[in-house]
């Protein structure tokens, strides 16, 4: 490995982004996790001209999920960590980073599994239809990969602190946020059930999470600003504030 | 998205390796098309002294696999296709690169799970002992990161033209072959049942697959020239050949 080593630690790679991601979530506050929690989180991913001949994606829509590499955009230029909290461990413990999916990372790389709903390729231009996606709108990728159920899914395999999806909280809406969502339909996005699996995830950072936090929290979500406050175990939306 | 997708179609991201993989592959030729698929395939991921701290590791023992991305380096200077050939299709039938993952793609990153053995940290140094890798000798690794079944593991995602694993060709030794397995133990490794699994995925290139193919191959592994040949449906292991 001799030589070869040595070149590689001198040298870097330089990869360029194939295209970006639009999504509903504006802001990192309140995003899943992990994907596919939000089922009915929509997103488009627009390849660049360079990427976007139908013979690239030939043979994709036969795919239904498909993994992204992208980058962590909005946070790289905060570094990176050696060790993080994980909001799952109530935000006390640290564990490495490798051990996380943290953003923080030596290279500022992000891996998603997104539900393929759509391909739609011609006149020049590529458009993903993506659904389950945790990806901040404007997110640039960098690789897209077919999943591979025989090579990738392993159910049985261990996951240390991290065993299962995280617990849901009950969310319940005041009757003008159900008005507002019956009112809106945004895009053909079902507003109502985004509201209910985004909030449904407490996004709450885990050292606010106390019986007695009355904050009224705000959440830019689509081209809302959704409110919301904890009370009695349950998560209550009080309004959708549309925003520019 | 405006502004910032100019900025992020100006700029490249520079990913720098996190450590190299030492692994029983020296060539490509030969190397399982998918990870998991040759459990008996050990590797070592030894991380830079930058990334070595023991906290960076810290509770990634509580996880049986993860996910490794990767550099492609040994081709990326070759550049990438905007088809492929996929070896299962007979490699006459031509799909997009982003329907396959084909070493040869826009940014070459690669993307494999595999099993975590041991966590091996100390003194400066971290290695991760892996098996089930699928990873040229010399890979720079780029990321590490959990493998969490809850997010990761789709067993019923649908895989377009390759639904399940590539089908096992039988593997037969020879009484040189099975004497030379029998007396090396070469590094704890079963190397004959190294051999039976590497050569079980049938590595002749698609286009030599026919009945009457009589060419003896040659595949470096570990640290053998292993010499087969097809006959009958079978792929004989004539011998084992020490090499340097």
């Known amino acids: 490995m001799g030589n070869r080593e040595q070149e590689g630690m001198m040298t870097v790679l330089e990869c360029r982004p194939l295209g970006y991601?639009?999504?509903?979530?504006?802001?990192?506050?309140?995003?899943?996790?992990?994907?596919?929690l939000v089922t009915e989180a929509r997103a488009i991913l627009t390849l660049l001209p360079a990427?976007?001949?139908?013979e690239l994606v030939r043979g994709l829509d036969g795919f239904s999920h498909v993994w992204l590499i992208f980058r962590f955009h909005a946070t790289e230029t905060q570094g990176w960590h050696p060790t993080v909290r994980p909001p799952r461990l109530g935000g006390q413990v640290r564990v490495g980073v490798f051990a996380s999916r943290s953003m923080f990372r030596p290279n500022p790389l992000g891996l998603s599994v997104v539900r393929l709903d759509k391909v739609e390729s011609g006149g020049g231009m590529t458009r993903l239809h993506l659904s389950g996606a945790d990806l901040l709108d404007g997110t640039p990728v960098l690789d897209i990969k077919p999943y591979l159920p025989y090579?990738?899914?392993?159910?049985?395999?261990?996951?240390?602190?991290?065993?299962?999806?995280?617990?849901?909280?009950?969310?319940?809406?005041?009757?003008?946020?159900?008005?507002?969502c019956a009112r809106e339909h945004d895009?053909?996005?079902?507003?109502?059930?985004?509201?209910?699996q985004v909030l449904g995830q407490d996004p709450r950072p885990s050292w606010r999470r106390s019986d007695t936090d009355e904050r009224v929290y705000g959440m830019r979500l689509c081209r809302h600003d959704v409110r919301f406050r904890y009370r009695n175990d349950r998560i209550e939306v009080l309004e959708l504030v549309p925003v520019g």
């Open 51 to 54: 990427y976007s001949g139908a």
């Open 187 to 196: 895009q053909g996005i079902n507003l109502r059930l985004l509201v209910e």
């Open 21 to 36: 991601v639009s999504s509903c979530y504006r802001e990192r506050f309140g995003i899943p996790r992990q994907p596919g």
């Open 151 to 180: 090579a990738d899914s392993l159910s049985q395999a261990e996951a240390g602190f991290a065993p299962e999806a995280p617990s849901r909280i009950t969310v319940v809406f005041s009757v003008r946020a159900e008005d507002q």
